[in-house]
């Protein structure tokens, strides 16, 4: 993946519509905060003598309010980062002797510098096939004997141990509750733990328009990573429990991984504020609608292919090479994904994402 090189201005020459200002689809990182968010940021600053280390009454009050949400009890550890997240629900299920399933293109394998196998000491990552961008209980079935089959206690096979997946996956397409269902239903019958990667999962529950339930503990999952940053919060992640027998060693191991801040209250309030009265959704359901209209757009042009179904808030698309450079030189930004000579580009909508840029973007790749 190439890094973008960032400009303030169009190059002498480019498309350069009125009122111009730069427009970054590189990630939905990019954006600031939400305002509700930065609201619950500012109240959480106001009382003094607040109590630390999660001792507060707002960090106090969060496994209530994601019970509600889930309709199950659960127990929330917050977190500032999404690799923390993950990185710690796997060294709950994962020993140093054992595998964990995940896609070779998954955040969890390619993203997080070894996060994972340092949390867990040593644990193997296990890459998948993978159908635009999904596992499938198939292919996971067909992993898991390949190495020996779940449970394996040979000395020369590590034991397989827990499976991980993402919604939204690093193609931006969305796993259907059936097809988590159906992992999970592998994961179980081979002894294994199943955790969920929900750094977009606003935006999968947006577009598909299910109860949280569903797409987690009522499918299968025992644990998973909520994420709030790329939707909205300023620095605010999430380990969620569904299974009760995980929790023994979680909040020490937070505390040697540095995730037990002294004032906890600011990452809580932001999580809070966050799945009070459906913000969460709302705020994804918009970037989800910028990417249908952004992916409909660019369909509609000569030599550009979408690459991938456009299931929430990212896009993928191949487009002719001089196109993403003049493009960037509009002022536009973006990574690019794959070949130099007819580049894979990925765009994503976030929150604020607005329909003009969408448009201007559109409009200047058809140019």
Known sequence: MKEPTFRTAPAPGAFEPANFRPVNFASDNVTGVAPEIMEAIAEANAPQGAWPYGNDDVTGGLSGRFSELFDTEARVYPVATGTAANALCLS???QPFNTVYCLKHGHT???EGGAPEFYTNGAKLVPVPAADGK???AALEAAIVDVGGGGARLPHVMEAAAVSIAQVNECGTVYSVDEIRDICAVARANGLF?????ARFANAVAALGCEPAELTWRA?????????TKNGA????AVVLFNDDLEDTLSQR????GHLFSKMRFLSAQLARYIQDGLWLQLAANANAMAERLSAGLAEIDDVTIDYPVDANMI??????DTAERLRDSGFEFYDWGDPDRPNIRLVCAFNTDADDVDRFVEAARR
């Open 109 to 111: 394998y390619e993203d």
């Open 135 to 137: 596992m499938t209980a």
């Open 254 to 257: 937070r505390m040697r991984g």
């Open 92 to 94: 709950l299920i994962a």
């Open 194 to 198: 199943v955790h969920l990667d929900g």
């Open 220 to 228: 299968g999952i025992d644990l998973m990573s909520f994420g709030a």
């Open 234 to 237: 300023m620095a605010a992640e």
């Open 316 to 321: 993928f698309a191949t487009i002719p090479g």
